[in-house]
């Protein structure tokens, strides 16, 4: 099944919500994307915006994850799943530990949530999820399934973050070597709300036509910072 002029093709933003505007406080979401035309990898990240570093946090571990997960992306499809959390987590909490001790803050104050995915020309597919936010992705036959949902923390309003759990025993690992992914989408909290209710996302999402998509996120209007990144599989004309 591996079809060599199959293409892969991505695009992700990040917007700053009501509050946050209003407040004067920057975006807290972070993306990070690496792009090639047989293999992306998309990073979001929300920033815990009462973590006094939540914006770094969200910077720092994006790219740390992205970067990894797009290194190790036939690894991470087949070893031993306690390994690959493991791993992941013993990477993210040394980059922010490093960046703690640079700041002179409690390691604590760098919290951010993680949703991530890595999508091959094949169609195989690597997802990890920390926290709320979400993850879907469609079949080539155009069906769109949930990979991962929300999870919330012991307390209302409360989710899991890179610094107020066990990291790699929370983050969520989910893979499929089964060529058949046409597409995946990720969005963090500020986008779940309209999930499922606007069927004009998943036909975005089947479609995957990015300028479209990146309009529809920016039609709307966010209370909280809104996230979102496509990773598509296409044929050439």
Request: neutral net charge; glycine residues 6%.
């Amino acid at each position: 099944m591996n079809n060599p002029i199959v293409q892969l093709t991505a695009a992700a933003r990040s917007l700053q919500g009501i509050e946050h505007r209003g407040s004067g406080q920057p975006c807290q979401d972070r993306h990070f994307l690496i792009r090639e035309e047989t293999h992306c990898t998309a990073v979001l990240c929300d920033g815990c915006s009462t973590a006094a570093f939540g914006q770094e946090a969200a910077q720092i571990t994006s790219q740390t994850v992205c970067n990894l997960l797009h290194q190790h992306f036939n690894y991470c499809l087949y070893a031993d799943p306690l390994v690959i959390r493991q791993q992941f987590a013993d990477a993210v909490e040394a980059a922010l530990r490093k960046k703690a001790a640079r700041c002179g803050a409690d390691p604590y104050q760098l919290a951010c949530t993680i949703v991530a995915t890595s999508l091959d020309q094949r169609g195989r597919l690597v997802c990890l999820h920390l926290g709320d936010g979400g993850i879907l992705r469609a079949d080539t036959d155009g069906t769109l399934l949930r990979v991962s949902v929300p999870e919330n923390g012991l307390l209302p309003g409360q989710t899991y973050l890179t610094m107020n759990c066990v990291l790699s025993r929370r983050l969520r690992l989910y893979r499929r070597d089964q060529e058949d992914t046409q597409s995946v989408l990720l969005y963090t909290d500020g986008v779940q709300n309209m999930l499922p209710q606007d069927p004009q996302l998943c036909d975005l999402t089947q479609s995957g036509d990015h300028a479209k998509l990146l309009r529809w996120l920016e039609r709307h209007v966010y209370t909280d910072d809104a996230s979102i990144a496509l990773i598509q599989r296409i044929r050439p004309a």
